[in-house]
């Protein structure tokens, strides 16, 4: 009987301790899923985000080859980061087109960030490229700025150079209504921008065009800011920044010209 006895207190203890380890365990276990969960997360977004970012530069850029395929030979990536990069050309022996100092600008989402991502669920995915250059023939005095109405962080991040220039009306009520558009004079402003395909394809790509600017105060001082969406289309953009360039030295010709004469 005592043995008996003996066994059961036996049991109980091992059962005790077995138990009070199993509770020890679990109480780790929660205690160290949070920090774990957020640092398995973090360090997952460092790798994918980059990996994501690095995919879409390199898949715009192999477009970008086929859309400048009369004046490119090649696009070679430049100075890339987690979340942005650079792409200077090699010209075609053939290059005769209305730009010169050309490069490519990528401002992506930071999605190696795991508070950015955050952000993108509920403001949405930011990712911008820039085809930069300046005027192969001369520059011009006049500052054209295009601007969406409904960008309005771009609006407010230009305000101090918007306020100096002039509000232009093209008479052209989808344009008048959809951009804000502002040059150095009305006079300047309106024969800037009264080229009929140069309005039709800014018009056409309303969508993802988030800023012209035209400054021979920068370098390069054509510039064409757009989002990277679905709705981005390279070919028209590939347009209207040849459309823009040759407008650009089509203008400074004339105003050249006009001073030579006077």
């Not at 990712?127 to 962080?153: F, R, V």
């Not at 008479?171 to 080229?195: E, H, M």
């Not at 395909?197 to 600017?213: A, F």
């Not at 757009?226 to 209207?240: C, P, Q, S, V, Y």
Request: hydrophobic share 40%.
């Amino acid at each position: 009987m005592r043995s008996i006895g003996f066994t059961e207190f036996f049991l109980k203890y091992l059962i005790q301790i077995f138990l009070q380890d199993a509770y020890t365990i679990v109480d780790m276990f929660i205690i160290f899923l949070g920090p774990g969960t957020v640092l398995f997360f973090t360090f997952y977004l460092m790798w994918s985000g980059r990996r994501k970012n690095h995919k879409i530069m390199k898949l715009t850029r192999e477009a970008l080859l086929e859309v400048f395929s009369d004046e490119f030979s090649d696009l070679v990536m430049d100075e890339m980061s987690s979340n942005g990069g650079l792409l200077y050309p090699k010209y075609k022996k053939s290059f005769d087109s209305p730009f010169k100092d050309f490069r490519v600008v990528f401002a992506l989402e930071e999605r190696h960030l795991m508070l950015s991502v955050i952000i993108s669920k509920f403001s949405g995915v930011n990712d911008y490229i820039a085809l930069e250059a300046n005027s192969k023939k001369g520059k011009i005095p006049t500052k054209i700025q295009i601007i969406p109405k409904h960008e309005e962080g771009q609006i407010k991040k230009h305000q101090d150079l918007l306020f100096t220039l002039d509000e232009i009306q093209l008479r052209v009520q989808k344009l008048d209504d959809f951009f804000v558009l502002k040059a150095t004079s009305q006079r300047s402003g309106t024969y800037f921008l009264g080229d009929k395909e140069l309005l039709k394809l800014i018009y056409t790509l309303r969508k993802v065009i988030v800023r012209i600017s035209i400054d021979s105060g920068e370098d390069p001082a054509i510039r064409i800011y757009a989002r990277i969406n679905e709705d981005l289309n390279l070919e028209k953009l590939h347009e209207l920044f040849l459309v823009l360039c040759k407008r650009v030295d089509e203008v400074s010709e004339k105003v050249v010209m006009k001073k030579r004469r006077g």
